[in-house]
């Protein structure tokens, strides 16, 4: 029995050798963001997504992290690059962090929860689960702007049962020590607490599709892969670096 599995496994890297085992088979989870999601301001690697994929290593996850974000990115322009991405890495996790951007623009609301809405309906539908971040507009913006622009991720968690981070920033926000010169992004210090944000709601997404995974016959590349630790866990895919 033994012989017979080593047989197995040597026959599998055989194939790997012959055509590279890369990061793309191992299931995504894919992060479509803006500035806050893509560093700005700082090192890629201090960036809370990179410390997600930090983090999924360390908690045994297999999950790779492609990480989309773009700083200036509004819920449109992702919307529009959405369907391309499902297709081509095709996550198992989809974390949709987009609106500050269409806020700080003035942009309608409605259109806003109508891009929101859509991105969360193409990645259902190829097959993902999805984690939609909540962003708040600055007070200076007036009451009853904000309360209607955080309405906007509450009430589409409600309507559409997706799971929701209340608020990127919260406790961050406001703290001077916390945040750049800007006032509008986080300062390396601050990423720890951003991926605490977002990790307590992304942890329970990642055990359905780990025991999903599980339940299903056991992939030999897959194997052969983590057996190997050569396949990287992170890929930035984003390309443009305005501000916001």
């Not at 391309?84 to 806003?112: C, F």
């Not at 991926?195 to 709601?201: A, I, P, T």
Request: overall charge negative.
């Amino acid at each position: 029995m033994i012989r017979r599995v080593v047989i197995l496994l040597l026959w599998v890297c055989g194939t790997i050798a012959a055509s590279p085992c890369e990061s793309d088979e191992r299931p995504a989870l894919l992060v479509l963001g803006d500035s806050l999601s893509a560093a700005y301001g700082l090192p890629m690697e201090k960036g809370w997504v990179h410390l997600l994929a930090q983090r999924l290593e360390q908690r045994g996850y297999s999950h790779r992290i492609v990480n989309a974000s773009t700083s200036g990115e509004t819920s449109r322009g992702g919307r529009e690059r959405l369907p391309a991405l499902l297709k081509r890495h095709e996550p198992q996790v989809v974390v949709i962090e987009l609106g500050g951007n269409d806020g700080l623009r003035g942009l309608p609301l409605e259109r806003l929860k109508s891009n929101l809405a859509m991105m969360i309906r193409q990645a259902r539908e190829s097959g993902a689960r999805v984690l939609l971040v909540g962003i708040q507009m600055p007070p200076n913006y007036g009451p009853e702007y904000t309360r209607r622009f955080s309405a906007v991720y509450r009430e589409l968690s409600e309507e559409m049962m997706v799971a929701l981070v209340p608020f990127l920033l919260e406790g961050v926000a406001g703290d001077s020590t916390l945040m750049q010169p800007d006032g509008m992004h986080a300062t390396a210090a601050a990423q720890p607490k951003l991926l605490n944000s977002v990790w307590k709601h992304l942890e329970p997404l990642l055990r359905e599709t780990t025991e999903n995974t599980e339940s299903d016959s056991v992939n030999p590349a897959l194997v052969t892969a983590a057996i190997l630790g050569q396949a990287p866990s992170f890929v930035f895919v984003a390309s443009e670096s305005d501000p916001q």
